[in-house]
């Protein structure tokens, strides 16, 4: 008799456990596409919610992209020496490697799709952060 699991290619949002990510402050996250949900082996999708003035700190990931795309709110992300505020419908990309901050601004929470390109599953060894900075 064969115990093989069915695998799953259906996420909902509210089946997947929220957690707060390291190096961010006011933001929850849920693994929606990965390993662990879909048995995704290139990349990896999150749902995000941050709040107000919050956000990640100065952070890179060297050999893995980054997106985002804004479901609702605004804010502020910075890259390669440039600075742009985005909301609903507009997304931005962080090169591997290349140095990234992501702020909330306004008073609404930010809700937003991250991808990450191969997964990043939090994995200390997948980011570089600047000397001295907060692991929060």
Known sequence: MSTTL?????????????????????TVNRRLIGPE??????????LGSI???????????????????????RARAEVGGQSREIGPGEMCFF??????????????????LVIYSPPYGEDPAKVVRRAGEAHA
Do not use: W
């Open 37 to 46: 949900t879909v048995g995704a082996k290139t990349m990896e999708v999150l």
């Open 95 to 112: 090169p591997a490697g290349e140095e990234h901050i992501f702020t909330v601004v306004g008073d609404e929470p930010v809700k937003l």
């Open 51 to 73: 709040d107000p003035g919050q956000g990640a700190l100065p952070h890179a990931h060297p050999g893995m992209e980054q997106a985002c795309y804004i479901l609702s709110g």
């Open 6 to 26: 069915e695998r799953r290619y259906f996420v909902r949002a509210e089946d997947v456990p929220g957690y707060s990510p390291a190096n961010h402050t006011g």
